[in-house]
């Protein structure tokens, strides 16, 4: 049995990114994985939990678990988890505030890159486009519409079943995203997609602030995309000449190291 941390926030039914954790470490394991807190948690992987408020009792000095893959939401003080065995962040960015503890050996990416280990979907394209919002904004205004503007639209339940939320991932031509994870299962998917914003101001507040998706590029061995701040009268045609693809050999790179740092035993299928 694995004891793991993984955030249970997330319009009530929990986030995708977040479920997304204990379902990848369980798959690559072939154990049973629980919900722990995280300072007693034997792994901590996926999302921006590396913040101190997540630890009780400032107990990131004390941590002496693993970190594979996690990151920083602001990263503006930091945090050197001097006990903890740090395997691999998001990104350069959250390697960049861990100090001495983060070195060369720790690998950079999101395991969301890794989904493919939990479910290889075989759904056929059906959309055009698929909207792929953080769960907060689903309900947007400008987001409702979109959709109403072409049946080729799709919206993407950030907070549904796993599978089921790949499966419409896949089902599209592209994906435009304001939720991280978005953007992370469009890559792993090798689905063209575009970093979406909605100009709300929500972005400067706790919960979207836009560290993690620079953080999340820096991993790449490119610039970082411009966001695209969607238009109130947006249209199919406005969103479909801005998504791209990030450079398939980066995305396989990441998958690689990612898998390779990972901590525990492996179900024989991963080994």
Not at 64 to 83: H, K, S, V
Not at 111 to 125: N, T, Y
Request: aromatic letters at 10%; hydrophobic letters at 40%; one cysteine or more.
């Amino acid at each position: 049995m694995i004891k793991m941390y993984w955030w249970q926030g997330g319009g009530g039914t929990g986030n995708f990114g977040d479920k997304l954790a204990p379902a990848l470490v369980q798959a690559l394991t072939g154990k049973q994985v629980t919900y722990s807190p995280i300072d007693k948690a034997d792994i901590v992987a996926i999302g921006s939990v590396l913040e101190p408020w997540f630890w009780p009792q400032d107990s990131w000095l004390t941590y002496a678990g693993y970190i594979w893959g996690a990151g920083r939401m602001f990263g503006n003080i930091a945090m050197p988890f001097p006990r903890a065995n740090i395997v691999g962040v998001r990104g350069e960015l959250t390697l960049n505030t861990l100090g001495d503890v983060g070195t060369q050996d720790t690998v950079v990416g999101d395991p969301g890159l890794l989904c493919g280990h939990l479910h290889r979907s075989e759904a056929k394209v059906k959309y055009k486009l698929g909207i792929w919002p953080h769960w907060s904004e689903a309900k947007h205004p400008k987001l409702s519409a979109l959709l109403n503007s072409s049946p080729e639209i799709l919206l993407i339940n950030p907070c549904g079943d796993i599978r089921a939320t790949i499966d419409q991932a896949a089902s599209c031509e592209a994906i435009a995203a304001t939720s991280l994870h978005g953007l992370v299962i469009a890559d792993a998917l090798a689905v063209p997609n575009c970093w979406l914003r909605l100009g709300t101001g929500k972005e400067d507040n706790v919960g979207m602030p836009l560290f993690k998706y620079f953080d999340y590029f820096s991993a790449f061995q490119a610039p970082p995309p411009a966001p695209h701040i969607l238009s109130t009268d947006a249209t199919l045609d406005e969103l479909l000449p801005k998504v791209n693809s990030r450079r398939h050999a980066d995305v396989a790179r990441l998958q690689d190291d990612l898998l390779s740092a990972f901590p525990l035993q492996r179900s024989q299928q991963f080994v």
